[in-house]
Antibody
Framework: QVQLVQSGAEVKKPGAAVKVSCQAS????????LHWVRRAPGHGLEWMGW????????KYSQKFQGRVTLTGDTSASTAYMELRSLRSEDTAIYYC??????????WGQGTLVTVSS | SYELTQPPSVSVSPGQTARITCSGD??????VYWYQQKSGQAPVLVIY???KRPSGIPGRFSGFISGTTATLTISGAKVDDDADYFC???????????FGGGTMLTVL
C-alpha cells in the first residue's frame, strides 16, 4: 500500500534552516510529483511547491521562492523540503502529498516545525 | 497572485445539507479539488476534478461547479463531518497551486 512517512518534529531558532524528509513506499517514486503543504496555527493550508524526482523539475510558490528547496533522492525514494532563514511565522505542520493527475491522494503524517528563540 | 475565496464557517444540524463555496477566476479554466481536514490529522481528498468522488468517500459528498464558483455539498451531514474544508486549484500559466482560506464546518 502507498505510504508517505515523514521525519520527526524539529525545533529551530530564528534564522536557522530545517530539512524535512518524506519517504515513499508502495509505488514507483519517480512516477508522481510530490507536493509540500503547510498549516500554521490559526491558518489554513498553504501550498509551497512540488518536486518531480524523475526529472528533477521543481515549482515553488512565489511566497517561498528563494527560501525553500525541494529535492528527491530516487535511490532512497525520499523527498526533502529545506526551508531557510526561519522565522516564528514558519512554525507549522509540514506535509508532503502525492500528486495523481492534480489530486493529492496520499499524504504524509505531517512534521511539526517549531521556530522559537 | 491567485486567490480562492471560501466562507470562514458554515454550521448545520445533523441530517441537514451543508454547502461550502469556493470562488476564483482560475476555476473557469482549471479543476477544483476539495480536502477535509479533521483536528490533528492529515488532509483527505473528498472531491477531485470538480465533481468526482474518490473511492471510500461517502456518497453524501458531492461537488458542483458553475463558472468561477465551486460548491461542495454534504447531504445529510453527520457529526463525523465536523472538520475544516479546503478547496484547491492551480493557475494554468505557471502551475502555481493555491488553496482557499478554508471553511470550518460545524455539525451539531
Amino acid at each position: 500500500q502507498v505510504q508517505l512517512v515523514q521525519s520527526g518534529a524539529e525545533v529551530k531558532k530564528p534564522g536557522a534552516a530545517v530539512k524535512v524528509s518524506c519517504q515513499a513506499s508502495g509505488y514507483t517514486f519517480t512516477s508522481h510529483t510530490l507536493h509540500w503543504v503547510r498549516r500554521a496555527p490559526g491558518h489554513g493550508l498553504e501550498w509551497m511547491g512540488w518536486v518531480n524526482a524523475g526529472n528533477d523539475n521543481t515549482k515553488y510558490s512565489q511566497k517561498f521562492q528563494g527560501r525553500v528547496t525541494l529535492t528527491g533522492d530516487t535511490s532512497a525514494s525520499t523527498a526533502y523540503m529545506e526551508l531557510r532563514s526561519l522565522r516564528s511565522e514558519d512554525t507549522a505542520i509540514y506535509y508532503c502529498a502525492r500528486d495523481v493527475v492534480g489530486a493529492f491522494d496520499y499524504w504524509g503524517q505531517g512534521t511539526l516545525v517549531t521556530v522559537s528563540s | 497572485s491567485y486567490e480562492l475565496t471560501q466562507p470562514p464557517s458554515v454550521s448545520v444540524s445533523p441530517g441537514q445539507t451543508a454547502r461550502i463555496t469556493c470562488s476564483g477566476d482560475i476555476l473557469a479554466k482549471k479543476f477544483v479539488y476539495w480536502y477535509q481536514q479533521k483536528s490533528g490529522q492529515a488532509p483527505v481528498l473528498v472531491i477531485y476534478d470538480d465533481t468526482k468522488r474518490p473511492s471510500g468517500i461517502p456518497g453524501r459528498f458531492s461537488g458542483f461547479i458553475s463558472g468561477t464558483t465551486a460548491t461542495l455539498t454534504i447531504s445529510g451531514a453527520k457529526v463525523d463531518d465536523d472538520a475544516d474544508y479546503f478547496c484547491y486549484s492551480k493557475e494554468s500559466s505557471d502551475n502555481q497551486g493555491v488553496f482557499g482560506g478554508g471553511t470550518m464546518l460545524t455539525v451539531l
